[in-house]
């Protein structure tokens, strides 16, 4: 059963940086492929970014220039990379492989 944990999440200021995490097991990671998307208060969850087994990379167009998302396969895991966080970019933030999501990791960014 393929499991995901995020982490990294916290509270930083207009124009500040955080560094999300996202470890994978119960599936070889070197075969997949994994999403991030978020979720901001009263809103639907929406999709942030992928990275592709290859290291491809794609971004919703709000985040594109900000954040980066990257991979290591030795470690299982994938990171998202952000920086100039703006307020709007509050929210809970959730990686995903297929029908598999963690708790997600909070975001908050504020003055």
């Known amino acids: 059963q393929v499991q995901v944990v995020e982490s990294g999440g916290g509270v930083v200021q207009p124009g500040g940086s955080l560094r999300l995490s996202c470890a994978v097991s119960?599936?070889?990671?070197?075969?997949?492929?994994v999403g991030w998307y978020r979720q901001a208060p009263d809103k639907q969850r929406e999709w942030v970014a992928t990275?592709?087994?290859?290291?491809?990379?794609y971004y919703t167009d709000p985040v594109k220039g900000r954040f980066s998302a990257s991979r290591d396969n030795a470690k299982s895991t994938s990171y998202l990379q952000m920086n100039n966080l703006k307020p709007e970019d509050t929210a809970v933030y959730y990686c995903?492989?297929?029908?598999?999501w963690g708790p997600g990791t909070q975001v908050t960014v504020t003055s």
């Open positions: 119960g599936i070889d990671f070197s075969r997949i492929g």
């Open positions: 990275v592709s087994k290859d290291s491809f990379t």
């Open positions: 995903n492989y297929r029908d598999a």
